[in-house]
């Protein structure tokens, strides 16, 4: 069974930035290098939106109302993929989740970043 543990979350202010990690738990058998992987997220009120996409051959494609100001990235050596969130704004307020493309795994945690002065 595929996991996913995610952190890095906080309290930031309009502008500031955070790095949210995903530790996966792939399995044996299983490779973390063979999935592309996404970041997600749920705002207050809101339905789970995706934000960001990373391929297997490092690929990026971002939701538009993140361009410019968010990095996914990954390290397959430590199973983990990366959101570097600069100028971030209220609107960025959400629970984030990570999981692989294409697949139906289980939701973690997740990880709260607020955004607030």
């Known amino acids: 069974q595929v996991q996913f543990v995610e952190s890095g979350g906080g309290f930031v202010q309009p502008g500031g930035s955070l790095r949210l990690s995903c530790v996966a738990s792939?399995?044996?058998?299983?490779?973390?290098?063979?999935?592309?992987m996404e970041w997600y997220r749920q705002g207050p009120g809101k339905q789970r939106e995706l934000v960001a996409r990373i391929s297997t051959t490092y690929s990026r494609t971002y939701a538009d109302s993140v361009r410019g100001r968010f990095t996914i990235s990954r390290n397959n050596a430590q199973n983990t993929l990366y959101l570097q969130m600069n100028s971030l704004k209220p609107e960025d307020t959400a629970v984030y989740y990570c999981?692989?493309?294409?697949?139906?795994?289980?939701w973690g945690q997740g990880t709260q970043v607020t955004v607030s002065s």
């Open positions: 999981k692989r493309a294409r697949y139906s795994d289980a």
């Open positions: 792939v399995g044996s058998g299983r490779f973390f290098s063979t999935y592309a």
